[in-house]
């Protein structure tokens, strides 16, 4: 309790108070020797990052990282104090995450143990000797969760989002993406020798001599080339009609009829009602797998991918080696996080309903609630408001579009119903034999849904989770309690702070509803169309705007960003700074002006406000790795894109029309 207290100390220790006790932004935390006008994101934040240092075990680190990781630490003490108890009801959510937590803070059992706690899936792969076997294996570690080499799982029909089927999608690569086992680029030939070791490494200590572990890490790699050459780029992974394939459990059984589809829907328990497969051609490569790869080269593949997906419930050694590809060499990171923050995640991750209801009666007040509710009520109003006023866009369209806008679901804090873990069997025991139970149980509780109404009640997040999302078939907005937290969000903070942080990422979200993936689905939550072709062609250009300014936003020499990944991220960051100030300056009428902190502007200090949260510092790794798979872009230039379009932006800091946080007008884009 003390750590954490003392975090959040030094989290506001910077702020200035208004003299209504109210507090502002940050003024420590700007570089007076920078210029607003010139590098906003060098300007609103550069000083604090220059006076705190990316942590070791972080891939960026701005106040909203560390805000994530205060979350951690308040995780860290419930869980602790819930673990200290040994007399909670069997089955509660105290004695669920207590032990859960419990048992993987035992380091020393887990070492002890060895890889002994895996050994039953590995035998069952080496007791693989058909095509039969391998189907039914495959089905077995579905249930826990590894996605080999597809993946079966809950969503909405897109054409009938009140039904819930099955989706049968692409999974089964242990490197980032496809583009990782073909471009040729450096950074990807770089890449590829860097996977092979680390398989090579995994086998090794497995138990595997090193010359065997060579040539199954070769083995695995080609299998998994096979694949990604059959898989869908990030940029197609964007678009959700390239993923629409609605068809009868017989239509996926001639798609690929080496595996035997009804027997294991019946083993999943999953009805064997139509379902949609997200990318045909990979099920089709997946067919010719089954068909035509010896089945030592399966068990190979199988192997590592248990190994993979197990590592962190393994002996340090294995967890480490994970860590040293995918923590240091993809992300920059020089150490793993501290045991407590991996099982804190973890325990979240798997059991995030148990523990997130003591985490909201902690840190969650109801007074937060009501002020969120009340933001998010006047940025759906300056979205209308926006909407009506546009100049590009036919009536017919307008009213589609204000139609989808009135159905909007904004959920904050946390579900109004729980999940309930019954069933689940937690122990102090074994930490894999826990996170087997707890992936299990997920697994099942998420193929329950199919076949059924939709439920919308459910979350796709914890409560403790630092971020949000927008779901276009429930049309749905979601901000966790874990997001609404200093500095994003403060009870104590001045409007202008409020709407600046965490207003635009509530207008980011609403854009989501209308970027260039949501704009595809309607008001109740349909993949279909919904617009004029004259309003969806200037909808698609006003879009190339942006796709062209992020194309010229580089992090090194030759890499820069691929605008059509990041449009969605972007029109949501534009468009959410847009209507956040809309809605800031218009709650303010007749409740008179904000102060003046430490000579900033109201104004001014709204855009500090989205510089000083947003604001990463991110190592070289991460940002290689983001531009190639992340539909965010960095920081930077999710603090400087968007802002270098907006007038308002312009007026707060009095640029000069040629200053370089000044787009020229003809370059300017605006979408909403
Ligand atoms: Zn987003």
């Known amino acids: 309790m003390i750590r954490s207290s003392l975090s959040l100390a030094m989290l506001l220790a910077a702020t200035t108070v208004s003299a209504a006790g109210l507090h502002g932004i940050n003024p420590d935390d700007i570089n ?28 960026r680190w701005s106040r909203r990282w560390q805000s994530g990781e ?15 108890k040994t007399d909670s009801p069997k089955g509660s959510a105290e004695q669920l995450s207590g032990d859960y937590y ?92 860097e996977y092979l070791e680390h398989v090579a490494k995994m086998f090794v200590l497995a138990g595997a001599k ?18 990604a050459e059959a898989s869908l780029d990030n940029v197609a992974l964007r678009d959700p009609k390239q993923q629409d394939h ?40 997946v067919n010719t797998e089954l068909a035509t790869t010896p089945v030592d ?59 997130g209801r003591a985490y909201v009666e902690k840190y969650f007040p109801p007074e937060a609630k009501a002020r969120m509710q009340d933001m998010v009520k006047n940025i759906l109003l300056a979205m209308r408001d926006t909407i009506d006023e546009l100049d590009w866009m036919s009536q017919p369209t307008k009213a589609k579009a204000l139609e989808k806008l009135a159905t909007f679901n904004p959920k904050i804090g946390y579900p109004d119903k729980w999940k309930d873990y019954a069933g689940v069997r937690i122990s102090r025991d074994s930490y894999w034999d826990d996170l087997v139970a707890a992936s299990r149980w997920n697994v099942a509780d998420d193929r329950a849904r199919i076949g059924k109404p939709v439920d919308r009640s459910r979350w796709g997040m914890t409560p403790p989770t630092s971020n949000a999302y927008y779901n276009p078939s429930l049309n749905e907005i979601v901000f966790p309690a874990g997001i609404l937290q200093p500095p994003a969000f403060d009870v104590k903070a001045i409007d202008a702070v409020n709407y600046g942080a965490i207003g635009v990422v509530i207008g980011h979200e609403i854009s989501h509803g209308f970027d260039d993936q949501g704009a595809q689905f309607d008001a109740q ?31 090194e020499p030759g890499i820069h960003h691929n605008g059509k990944l990041v449009l969605g991220e972007s029109i949501g960051d534009l468009a959410g700074a847009k209507l956040a100030y809309r809605a800031y300056l218009k709650s303010r009428e007749g409740k008179g002006p904000e102060p003046t902190i430490d000579g900033f502007t109201p ?18 790794e991460t940002q290689r790795t983001m531009i190639q798979g992340d539909p965010h872009p960095i920081a930077k230039y999710r603090v400087n894109g968007p802002l270098s379009n907006l007038p308002a932006f312009r007026e707060a800091f009095q640029c000069k029309v040629d200053a370089p946080m000044v787009r020229p007008q003809a370059d300017r884009c605006d979408v909403w």
Request: hydrophobic fraction near 40%; charge should be negative.
């Open 32 to 59: 007076r020797h920078g210029d607003a006008c010139t590098d906003f994101f060098d300007y609103a934040n550069g000083n604090w990052r220059q006076q705190n240092p990316i942590p070791d075990y972080m891939d």
């Open 70 to 84: 205060v979350n951690k630490e308040h995780v860290r003490d419930i869980l602790t104090e819930v673990s200290a």
């Open 102 to 193: 419990a048992a993987c803070m035992d380091e020393s059992r887990v070492n002890q143990l060895g890889i002994a706690p895996a050994k039953p899936w590995l035998d069952e792969i080496q007791a693989i000797k058909t095509r039969d076997d391998v189907q039914h294996t495959i089905g077995h570690l579905h249930e826990v969760g590894v996605a080999v080499p597809f993946v079966l799982y809950s969503d909405q029909d897109l054409h009938d989002p009140t039904q819930v089927v099955a989706m049968v999608a692409a999974g089964g690569l242990g490197l980032p993406d496809r583009d990782y086992y073909l471009k040729t680029e450096k950074r990807f030939v770089e890449a590829r020798a």
């Open 210 to 227: 090193p010359a065997e572990a060579e040539a199954a890490a070769k083995t695995v790699f080609a299998f998994e080339k096979r694949l």
């Open 246 to 285: 609605k068809m009868a459990l017989s239509g996926l059984q001639a798609l690929a009829p080496a595996f035997d589809w009804a027997a294991y829907f019946d083993a999943a328990h999953v009805p064997k009602i139509d379902l949609n497969v997200t990318q045909p051609k990979f099920l089709q490569q």
């Open 297 to 355: 080269q399966w068990r190979t593949y199988l192997r590592w991918h248990v190994l993979r997906s197990a590592a962190d419930a393994l002996p340090e050694p294995f967890a480490e080696e994970k860590f040293a590809f995918y923590g240091k060499y993809l992300s920059g990171a020089t150490e793993m996080k501290p045991r407590w923050k991996r099982c804190a995640e973890d325990t979240d991750n798997q059991l995030g309903e148990a523990l």
């Open 525 to 555: 939550g349909r993949l279909a169309n919904w617009w004029t072709p004259e309003d969806n062609k200037q909808f698609q250009a006003k879009g190339q705007c942006v796709v062209k300014q992020f194309e010229g936003y580089f992090i």
């Open 603 to 620: 104004e001014q200090q709204f855009f500090i406000a989205w510089g000083q949260w947003r604001g990463d510092e991110t190592r070289p």
